[in-house]
T-cell receptor, first 112, second 114 residues
Framework: DAGVTQSPTHLIKTRGQQVTLRCSPK?????VSWYQQALGQGPQFIFQ???????QRGNFPDRFSGHQFPNYSSELNVNALLLGDSALYLC???????????FGNGTRLTVT | GESVGLHLPTLSVQEGDNSIINCAYS??????FIWYKQESGKGPQFIID?????DKRQGQRVTVLLNKTVKHLSLQIAATQPGDSAVYFC?????????????FGTGTRLKVLA
């Protein structure tokens, strides 16, 4: 039973570019959340998707957008990249309701 | 603003001893809490959770205590092993209207000394 998988594992982009990160949730999970984790910090909530809609959003600008597909997989898009967007981006899946998040190993994004 | 934070950024423990990692939260309406372990290069891994209608919950070698009066959460690890070395995060559910949004603290690094 595969857990949460994310791709790519590492990515280097230039300021101003756009990036798309991908996530496949754990089998049986229908809710996907995205987090940004800066070095030495805890994960910061970006947004959550359920039934292909954004259900909750954290304090991130509109440059951060997402999508959930009918098979529950999800994408995170970041436009007009800034140096400060360099971080580990974590995808987490869960079942509907108050259940623990299961995390992938993240995508390490470096913006130069 | 509301936050989930930790008292100690780094904790060094002798192998075999018990570890206690603490966490303070500020939202008294939070109803669900989780402890995660994050090893280098990996995503956070679920350890144990507790709902606000409980004071204590035990797992294998781990115990979580919740004190709602002072809004404090702790993780106790019995007989700490080298494999327990990692960063530990507490997370608090801040979702509204039946949704679930987990807010994480900054983490405590646990170092196990041989």
């Amino acid at each position: 039973d595969a857990g949460v998988t994310q791709s790519p594992t590492h990515l280097i982009k230039t300021r101003g570019q756009q990036v798309t990160l991908r996530c496949s949730p754990k089998s049986g999970h229908d809710t996907v959340s995205w987090y940004q984790q800066a070095l030495g910090q805890g994960p910061q909530f970006i947004f959550q998707y359920y039934e292909e809609e954004e259900r909750q959003r954290g304090n991130f600008p509109d440059r951060f957008s997402g999508h959930q597909f009918p098979n529950y997989s999800s994408e995170l898009n970041v436009n007009a990249l800034l140096l400060g967007d360099s971080a580990l981006y974590l995808c987490a899946s869960s079942r509907t309701g108050n259940s623990p998040l299961h995390f992938g190993n993240g995508t390490r994004l470096t913006v130069t | 603003g509301e936050s989930v934070g930790l008292h100690l950024p780094t904790l060094s423990v002798q192998e075999g001893d018990n570890s206690i990692i603490n966490c303070a939260y500020s939202n008294s309406a939070s109803d669900y809490f989780i402890w995660y372990k994050q090893e280098s290069g990996k995503g956070p891994q679920f350890i144990i959770d507790i709902r606000s209608n409980m004071d204590k919950r035990q797992g294998q070698r781990v115990t979580v205590l919740l004190n709602k009066t002072v809004k404090h959460l702790s993780l106790q690890i019995a007989a700490t092993q080298p494999g327990d070395s990692a960063v530990y995060f507490c997370a608090e559910n801040r979702g509204t209207s039946g949704t679930y949004k987990y807010i994480f603290g900054t983490g405590t690094r646990l170092k196990v000394l041989a």
